[in-house]
Nanobody
């Protein structure tokens, strides 16, 4: 069974940084795309970023542009989300998702493999 295992997250003060990791189990990130999503309490799941591997296409939601960076390791097994200049409004559970045969989309509905989620809290 194809799985994604997430790590990272935690509590950080405003202006701080965190790095989230998303590791593929029983497959690798050679093709398709990986997306990052977040869901705050009482809100819908929101697309944050997406990376497509065949052409290097990267997309960010406007609210994180210039602060978040998505990347893939050379082994093509882990995708990272580096989050800098964090704000209280970034507080949410963050999920990664994969589409081994699909492209980028900040809409969560087309994604079929999901990580377990990790809490990011930004507070002083």
């Amino acid at each position: 069974q194809l799985q994604l295992v997430q790590s990272g997250g935690g509590l950080v003060q405003p202006g701080g940084s965190l790095r989230l990791s998303c590791t593929a189990v029983k497959f690798s990130f050679n093709f398709g795309a990986v997306g990052w999503f977040r869901q705050a309490p009482g809100k819908e799941r929101e697309g944050v970023s997406c990376i497509r591997f065949n052409n290097g296409y990267i997309e960010y939601v406007d609210s994180v542009k210039g602060r978040f960076t998505v990347s893939r390791d050379n082994a093509k097994t882990t995708v990272y989300l580096q989050m800098n200049s964090l704000k209280p409004e970034d507080t949410a559970v963050y999920y990664c998702a994969a589409r081994p045969y699909g492209g980028c989309a900040l809409d969560p509905s087309p994604w079929n493999i999901w990580g377990q989620g990790t809490q990011v809290s930004v507070s002083s």
